[in-house]
């Protein structure tokens, strides 16, 4: 069992930044990889960022590429997003999840997760 909570949302103007952070508890944090999804009014959950049990390996949709910083930190049990140069689009719910399943090939989709926080709203004002 795994349990994920985030924290960190909140409104922003067009070109701010914000920090999300997820904290884990439960099943050995540094034994999984980690990513970020979010979802907006009317739209499927999407991919955003993912980074492997090590921190040594990350990937990142192309929407976001440049701008979103995802990292971890395994003796705290934390993984965090890094939003900088925002913008409306940005809008949404984000979720942190947990992918407990080792793997060599890269997960995207939100059905391989295992896990799931209760998401953060992030708001991006124009």
């Known amino acids: 069992q795994v349990q994920l909570v985030e924290s960190g949302g909140g409104l922003v103007q067009a070109g701010g930044s914000l920090r999300l952070s997820c904290a884990a508890s439960?099943?050995?944090?540094?034994?999984?990889?980690m990513g970020w999804f979010r979802q907006a009014p009317g739209k499927e959950r999407e991919f955003v960022a993912r980074?492997?049990?090590?921190?040594?390996?990350?990937y990142y949709a192309d929407s976001v590429k440049g701008r979103f910083t995802i990292s971890r930190d395994n003796a705290k049990k934390m993984v965090y997003l890094q939003m900088n140069s925002l913008k409306p689009e940005d809008t949404a719910v984000y979720y942190c999840?947990?992918?407990?399943?080792?793997?060599?090939?890269?997960?995207?989709?939100?059905?391989?997760?295992?896990?799931w926080g209760q998401g953060t709203q992030v708001t991006v004002s124009s």
């Open positions: 980074i492997n049990w090590s921190g040594g390996s990350t």
């Open positions: 439960g099943r050995t944090f540094s034994s999984y990889a």
């Open positions: 999840a947990a992918d407990l399943i080792p793997s060599n090939v890269l997960r995207v989709g939100a059905h391989e997760y295992d896990y």
